[in-house]
């Protein structure tokens, strides 16, 4: 079978959108569509935080390219980036050039030129077996593999649609699973097993503004000085596929970060009509290692023993299913309160902001990743989050306010984690036997599912009521209040847990003994 070209990206809608009160149009638009009428459109409305979290890098590359913002050789960048927001929408010539010039790279199915967007035709004769489009949609299981969104049959898999095969296209080049994959042979030799994508496990942190114009614009990283289009190409730009026996491109601009560093190489079979996604071919695309060095991730550097030597290891901060956005507002903060002095990591902010609150200070973070297991093949949860207040005048000129906002996350989280000792160590107490017993670790996650809710609401509140305008040294926070609160919230979640041990004489001298715990002051960590 033979399907010459079908669903064009640029034209074709994929991809959904909420729009502006007001303002009417499709559920799902073509990329296109949505880069002229972008400042009309709020956001965009992907269920899948992975999903959304790779197409944004992609919507960020077409922003620069139509903008001409992918260079700043006169070192304007900045001010040609505001000209454009007074402008309120992306330049109609730029896009109209750039869609002209690139149509062809955008069908997703093509048979013509030999180049489907973002996928590797030579694995139709390098893979002789399939992986099957249970292992292309992420949120099934495939194989023997446990069922963690849902139960699926490999002998009567669901086809999903092209619309939708294209936002597992983005998850699999940006969060594929490492370890065993479907072989492919190369120069005579089958390999058959991958390193995972470039932002797997980690939690990418995005400026969102009141449109998706905004966000698009203030979501755009500078490019140095040096950089010029012809060398930092997008991966749909390039005239030839890359060898897979070499090593991975190394992106010399924002363009081949955002969209050129995959370590999976994909490609989908489509049905007669190329309505549907029936079977696909997902293996790996380079066996050398690559560069990984992503501007919306929180980079986080510690030392630790390697070969009997201490050395620094970086490493992008984890998503976590369970833990609110709020507790990584440390991240983004360029001005830390004086007790983090010594602590044994250190915190780079994503680089993303420094640009970002050039643009405009009323930005909000969103915050999308995938909790998934750096060793194996485990994928747990999709996280989202969006902060309810503006964030973006957390800048340089305000630093009483960023001590402050440090000092108020500190707080939240010590007494959270004296929530969590003080509940492991009253069962401890009362079953008198060891701190490690299993039994104590389901009481913990009872307690921190009433506090940590509650923190996250008593954080948003004291954060809408600090001093914006620099002139309060302690940055319009009360520290005695705000701990005071905190406590309390820690208390009520440790009596109610601990509510079932009070019951009997042992258990009640238990929960009292171990409340205490609750007062307990953090050390400071200092470093080694």
């Not at 983005?170 to 991958?194: K, Q």
């Not at 029936?278 to 980079?299: C, F, K, Q, S």
């Not at 405009?360 to 949860?381: H, S």
């Not at 305008?469 to 705000?482: C, H, I, K, S």
Request: with cysteine; net charge positive; charged share 30%.
């Amino acid at each position: 079978m033979e399907l010459p070209r079908a669903m064009n990206l640029l034209d074709e809608p994929w991809v959904p959108v909420r729009w502006l009160p007001g303002k009417d149009g499709p559920e799902s638009v073509g990329l296109r569509d949505l880069l002229e009428h972008c400042q009309d459109i709020e956001a965009l409305d992907i269920p899948l935080a992975a999903a959304q979290s790779a197409l944004l890098r992609v919507l960020y590359a077409l922003t620069a390219r139509v903008t001409g913002l992918d260079e700043d050789p006169l070192g304007d960048w900045t001010r040609r980036r505001a000209d454009i927001l007074k402008d309120r929408a992306l330049p109609r010539c730029g896009i109209e050039k750039y869609v002209s010039d690139r149509h062809s790279r955008f069908f997703l199915f093509d048979d013509v030129t030999g180049r489907p967007w973002l996928q590797d035709p030579r694995l139709a004769k390098e893979c002789p077996s399939s992986s099957g489009v249970n292992k292309l949609v992420m949120t099934r299981p495939s194989g023997g593999n446990h069922a963690w969104f849902g139960r699926v049959r490999d002998s009567a898999a669901n086809a999903p649609s092209a619309a939708a095969a294209v936002l597992y296209l983005l998850m699999w080049r940006y969060y594929g699973d490492l370890g065993r994959c479907t072989p492919r042979t190369l120069h005579g030799e089958s390999i058959a097993s991958t390193s995972g994508g470039p932002l797997r496990c980690s939690l990418s942190y995005h400026p969102e503004g009141d449109s998706l114009l905004v966000t698009l614009l203030a979501g755009l990283v500078r490019p140095g000085r040096e950089v010029r289009r012809q060398e930092d190409v997008c991966a749909w730009e390039r005239d030839e596929p890359t060898d897979p026996a070499g090593a991975p491109p190394v992106p010399v601009g924002p363009c081949g970060w955002w969209t050129d560093t995959s370590r999976h190489a994909v490609l989908l079979q489509p049905d007669a009509r190329g309505e549907r996604v029936t079977d696909a071919r997902i293996t790996w695309a380079y066996r050398l290692p690559g560069a990984r060095n992503d501007p919306y991730l929180i980079w986080e550097r510690k030392l630790a023993t390697k070969d009997q030597k201490r050395v620094e290891v970086r490493s992008a901060r984890p998503a976590k299913a369970n833990r609110a956005l709020w507790r990584d507002l440390d991240g983004l903060l360029r001005h830390k309160p004086p007790e983090a002095e010594g602590e044994a990591t250190t915190v780079e902010p994503p680089k993303v902001f420094t640009t970002a609150v050039e643009l405009t200070e009323q930005l909000r973070v969103r915050a999308l990743g995938f909790d998934q297991d750096t060793g194996k093949t485990v994928n747990t949860q999709f996280v989202s989050g969006l902060t309810p207040a503006a964030v973006g005048h957390l800048t340089d000129r305000v630093p009483e306010l960023q001590v402050a906002v440090g000092r108020l996350r500190r707080l939240g989280e010590r007494y959270g984690e004296n929530l969590s000792e003080a509940v492991r160590k009253a069962w401890v107490l009362y079953t008198r036997g060891d701190p490690k017993n299993k039994r104590a670790s389901k009481l913990v996650p009872q307690a921190e599912a009433l506090y940590w809710p509650a923190a996250e609401r008593e954080f948003w509140a004291r954060f809408d009521r600090l001093d914006r305008t620099g002139e309060d040294p302690d940055g319009g926070l009360d520290v005695r209040a705000a701990r005071d609160s905190f406590l309390r919230l820690a208390m009520d979640a440790y009596d109610r847990t601990t509510d079932p041990l009070t019951r009997t004489v042992r258990g009640n001298q238990a929960a009292l003994e171990a409340r205490g715990l609750l007062w307990k002051t953090r050390p400071k960590r200092n470093k080694k």
